[in-house]
């Protein structure tokens, strides 16, 4: 009932920048919350940075003070602005729609490599 696209995904070298952005459509009026969550292979599913519809945010220690988590609400959209990159923040990305149930989007790759 909710759909999630994402973009923004690619290889960057380690001190560079990324943007990832998600777009929310269907029935949307419910949701409380969106996000992003991130998972290398062989690893758990982690958080990486969470915001309310009342605008409040939460990050994981490892991203704090590089990642920043925005959105628009109008255009239904979440970003989040990923700088200085390291290489432990290679995985796959994905964007999540918090409401009943929880959707998740289909996952961007994010590689940082030299």
């Known amino acids: 009932q909710v759909q999630l696209v994402e973009s923004g995904g690619g290889l960057v070298q380690p001190g560079g920048s990324l943007r990832l952005s998600c777009v929310a459509s269907?029935?949307?009026?419910?949701?409380?919350?969106m996000g992003w969550y991130r998972q290398a292979p062989g690893k758990q599913r982690e958080l990486v940075a969470l915001?309310?519809?009342?605008?409040?945010?939460n990050y994981a220690d490892a991203v704090k003070g590089r990642f920043t988590i925005s959105s628009d609400n109008a255009k239904n959209t979440v970003y989040l602005q990923m700088n200085s990159l390291k290489l432990e923040d290679t995985a796959v990305y994905y964007c999540?729609?918090?409401?009943?149930?929880?959707?998740w989007g289909q996952g961007t790759q994010v590689t940082v490599s030299s």
């Open positions: 999540t729609a918090h409401s009943v149930p929880m959707y």
């Open positions: 269907g029935s949307t009026s419910n949701i409380y919350a």
């Open positions: 915001i309310t519809s009342a605008g409040s945010t």
